[in-house]
């Protein structure tokens, strides 16, 4: 039923009446699965300064790869808009993402209109943002005045060499380093790192990393290399599961698992038994966390994905061009988020083969990870 309204919305010029069976839910969603709609990641662009062989592989996003054009971007306005529907119905954390989001123009502008919002609670939300901090050393305190709480920033290696070849772009280690220590000094932290492992490619960076980030104000996290979208050539012996990692680095610099900070955190957490901090494993292919997952996406044109994996989105953009209320467009965010059934990890651990084979999933600088 949300479908065929979103789908009347882009058709006619004038907005149809919701039909009375749909009636404005109000408070906290359950999905099918019953998972709280808790976190929102919002893309605010398509593009993207690196060619990550595992999110935007030159092959695929090369010169002349259509980007979407600016009028097809949600507006600021529109994109705070959307958010206080989705705060009203729970969720407490928003995490801007992209492609990079900090190409996107006066983004600082964005963060201050979302910074003023706050949780059904009534307690601040809970704003953060992921970057590859090619622009992070001249934007991190514009970012943290404007209201950002904390950042994440992607950095698969620290050898120079190894990182170029996977960001493709020859971008050095010492420049994301300057804006983390940019960021660092902002205030905006604690400060993420994400590094995605591919094997034969940097997984030979794992201690090395683990040694520079363990002592500092930083939290280092490893991403298994998923099957995001449709163009990075996933092969299923090219990752690295997350206990590889923590026997590798255990055997060196001895390891305690920590409890969750809270339900649903994609990182399993781990400390050094020195003190020397902690680090956290992103297992989406091993230890799928779908029974947890309390996240929605926002799509850069305004398409609501309810699956990091999913092939299609529902079009909130239209409902908004197309003058519906607050209340209406909340009616349909309710009824999507109920219909949710999603759990694509977990299937894909009993028929990896089946589901690459079959899915035409949405790439990963559409929807940010």
């Given at each position: 039923m949300a479908e065929k309204i979103i789908m009347m919305a882009s058709q006619r010029p004038a907005p149809p009446a919701i039909p009375a069976i749909l009636e404005a839910p109000t408070g906290l969603l359950s999905d099918q699965l019953a998972r709280p709609l808790h976190d929102l990641r919002i893309s605010v662009t398509d593009r993207c300064n690196f060619r990550c062989v595992y999110c935007m592989p030159k092959a695929v996003f090369d010169n002349d790869y259509q980007y979407l054009p600016h009028t097809s971007l949600l507006t600021f306005e529109e994109i705070t808009r959307l958010a206080k529907t989705f705060i009203a119905h729970g969720v407490e954390k928003i995490r801007l993402t992209g492609g990079e989001p900090l190409l996107r123009k006066n983004l600082e502008r964005l963060v201050a209109m979302l910074a003023e919002l706050k949780t059904i609670h009534g307690k601040p939300l809970d704003l953060t943002l992921t970057t590859n901090a090619s622009l992070l050393a001249r934007k991190a305190q514009s970012l943290k005045d404007a209201g950002l709480q904390r950042i994440t920033v992607s950095l698969d290696a620290l050898d120079n060499a190894t990182f170029q070849r996977m960001n493709d772009v020859d971008f050095s280690v010492d420049d994301v380093l300057r804006g983390i220590d940019a960021a660092h000094q902002a205030g905006l932290g604690p400060i993420k790192i994400n590094m995605v492992v591919k094997a034969g490619m940097n997984d030979q960076e794992i201690l090395p990393m683990a040694r520079h980030f363990r002592h500092t104000p930083y939290i280092l996290r490893?991403?298994?290399?998923?099957?995001?979208?449709?163009?990075?050539?996933?092969?299923?012996?090219?990752?690295?599961?997350?206990?590889?990692?923590?026997?590798?680095?255990?055997?060196?610099?001895?390891?305690?698992?920590?409890?969750?900070?809270?339900?649903?955190?994609?990182?399993?957490?781990?400390?050094?038994?020195?003190?020397?901090?902690?680090?956290?494993?992103?297992?989406?292919?091993?230890?799928?966390?779908?029974?947890?997952?309390?996240?929605?996406?926002?799509?850069?044109?305004?398409?609501?994905?309810?699956?990091?994996?999913?092939?299609?989105?529902?079009?909130?953009?239209?409902?908004?061009?197309?003058?519906?209320?607050?209340?209406?467009?909340?009616?349909?965010?309710?009824?999507?988020?109920?219909?949710?059934?999603?759990?694509?990890?977990?299937?894909?651990?009993?028929?990896?083969?089946?589901?690459?084979?079959?899915?035409?999933?949405?790439?990963m600088s559409y929807i940010g990870g």
């Open positions: 490893f991403i298994e290399y998923m099957d995001v979208g449709a163009s990075n050539g996933w092969k299923m012996d090219e990752v690295i599961p997350s206990s590889e990692v923590v026997r590798r680095i255990h055997a060196e610099m001895p390891l305690a698992p920590l409890d969750a900070n809270y339900t649903g955190e994609t990182a399993a957490r781990w400390r050094y038994a020195d003190g020397g901090g902690e680090i956290g494993l992103i297992s989406s292919v091993t230890q799928a966390f779908c029974s947890d997952c309390s996240r929605a996406r926002l799509s850069t044109e305004g398409k609501l994905y309810t699956c990091l994996f999913a092939s299609s989105g529902h079009d909130l953009r239209a409902l908004l061009r197309d003058g519906r209320s607050d209340e209406e467009i909340s009616t349909v965010l309710a009824h999507l988020w109920r219909a949710r059934g999603d759990r694509y990890s977990e299937l894909r651990t009993n028929n990896t083969d089946g589901l690459q084979r079959s899915a035409n999933k949405v790439e």
